[in-house]
């Protein structure tokens, strides 16, 4: 049996969990709270980096989300979340790397705002990520073109990998409403089980905050 070490607030592990739910796959989860599970021995054997998602498959560790993604394209190819046209598979390889190099990056100081943590309010790293995260969207939009998916008529790894990050964006006041294809396509993914099952509780993300809150200030009254 797969099983899949996660945290339900992580993006990274989501992706996983919604390939394997879109594959229709047999798992087990196991959740990892991330203030410490992540550094026991047991865990730092299967990833030295202390990371989630892993991916163990029989005895074989995956680490790295996009590698466990390839890696369960490759064993379960069907559905297939990949298209075979050169193309296509460009616009999906440039949507993956895209959003973990170019997009999520420049969410980090828009999260940092929401929670309040300390250099949040710098209007100077806001604007410059507003900006970054403006030119991700049109960069976006513009591979989507009029296709339902990136890509391909079907689901694909873009998506799944866009779609655990595009969507957050108004959570940490940043409406995209005005990215029309974007928009169009975020809705059809949120219609999908996999989104809906994934998706953090409210009551999740609040008890995140305020878990982030009480480190930030047990940090600065050691400093
Ligand atoms: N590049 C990795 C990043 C994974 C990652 O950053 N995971 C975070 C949660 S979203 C984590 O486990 N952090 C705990 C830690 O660094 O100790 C991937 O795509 O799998």
Known sequence: MLKLYHNHLS???????????????DFDLVDVKLDGDQLQPEFLAMNPFHRVPVLVD?????????????????????????PTNPKDLAIVRMVEMATVNELV???????????GF?????????????????????FLEKL?????????ENLT?????????????????????????????????????????????????EAFKSRMQTLMEQRQSNT
């Open 11 to 25: 993006m990274n592990s989501r992706r996983v969990w919604i390939a394997l739910l879109e594959k229709k796959l």
């Open 118 to 138: 300390p250099g949040g309010e710098d209007l100077q790293k806001l604007e410059q990520a507003k900006q970054k995260i403006a030119i991700g969207l049109e």
């Open 157 to 205: 790894l873009a998506d799944i990998v866009a779609g655990c990050a595009v969507p957050l964006l108004p959570i940490v006041d940043f409406p995209f409403t005005n990215y029309q294809k974007l928009t169009a396509w975020s809705e059809r993914l949120m219609q999908r089980s996999s989104w809906q099952t994934t998706q953090p509780t409210p009551e999740l993300i």
């Open 58 to 82: 029989d005895g074989f560790n995956v680490v790295e989300s996009l590698a466990i993604l390839d890696y369960l394209e490759a064993k379960h190819p069907s559905p297939s979340l990949l």
């Open 105 to 115: 990056s420049a969410m980090n100081p828009l999260i940092y705002k929401m929670m």
């Open 144 to 152: 989507l073109g009029d296709s339902p998916y990136f890509g391909s």
